[in-house]
């Protein structure tokens, strides 16, 4: 499955986040604008969170899972109503079981080995984790070699300071995680970060 067009190709991550904590969350990042939700797996009772979000969030939303490394996950995800998953790594059976359910895909890149693997096994997007190591001028080398219709994700170190260099690396989509939340974060502070980041993610577009 090709990676949607969202009105926003922002990924908000909300790693920590308790099932108690993410309706108001989820409803401040909607009314945000942003339309992809992300709750790692390594989040208390995160297959809970992601029901709660799947059922608030709007058809047209992507709610999913990060830090999926288990096949036995996938099948979880989609029983809650996840529809995106994201992992940290490229795994070939991970990867068949989430295309089975028709899920968008995000593995984890770093390399262009990996990357061209991820390419091979139908990803919808390659996050490029952490984005923060490789830099803009390393994502582009690899963006070189790789089919000209990939979508780039860039996750790790990203955010308004530097979107503008990431997406004249060709990067079109861009996972945000402590920037935008982190445990303890209330609702009200989580939409005041969101908004900001879209405002900065929007005049960089704009400047290009």
């Known amino acids: 499955m090709n990676f949607p067009t969202l009105p926003l190709p922002i990924v908000a991550i909300l790693r920590g986040i308790r099932p108690e904590e993410i309706e108001p969350v989820v409803q401040e990042l909607l009314e945000s604008g942003i339309r992809a939700i992300e709750v790692p797996l390594n989040s208390p009772d995160a297959f809970r969170s992601i029901e709660l979000a799947a059922k608030l969030a709007p058809a047209d939303a992507l709610i999913g899972a990060g830090t999926v490394i288990r096949v036995e996950d996938v099948a979880a995800l989609h029983d809650v109503g996840g529809r995106l998953l994201v992992s940290p790594n490229i795994d070939e059976d991970v990867m068949s079981a989430a295309r089975g359910h028709g899920m968008v895909t995000m593995p984890g890149v770093l390399t262009p080995t990996e990357a061209l693997r991820a390419v091979r096994l139908g990803a919808s997007a390659l996050k490029f984790f952490p984005a923060s190591v490789l830099g803009p001028a390393g994502i582009a080398a690899i963006r070189a070699i ?63």
């Open 146 to 208: 790789l089919p000209p219709s990939t979508t780039i994700a860039a996750v790790g170190g990203v955010g308004e300071d530097n979107f503008v260099s990431f997406m004249d690396a060709g990067v079109t989509a861009f996972g945000i995680g402590t920037n935008l939340y982190r445990p303890g974060r209330s609702a009200g502070e989580v939409g005041a970060r969101a908004r900001a980041i879209i405002s900065a993610y929007q005049d960089a577009a704009r400047s290009r």
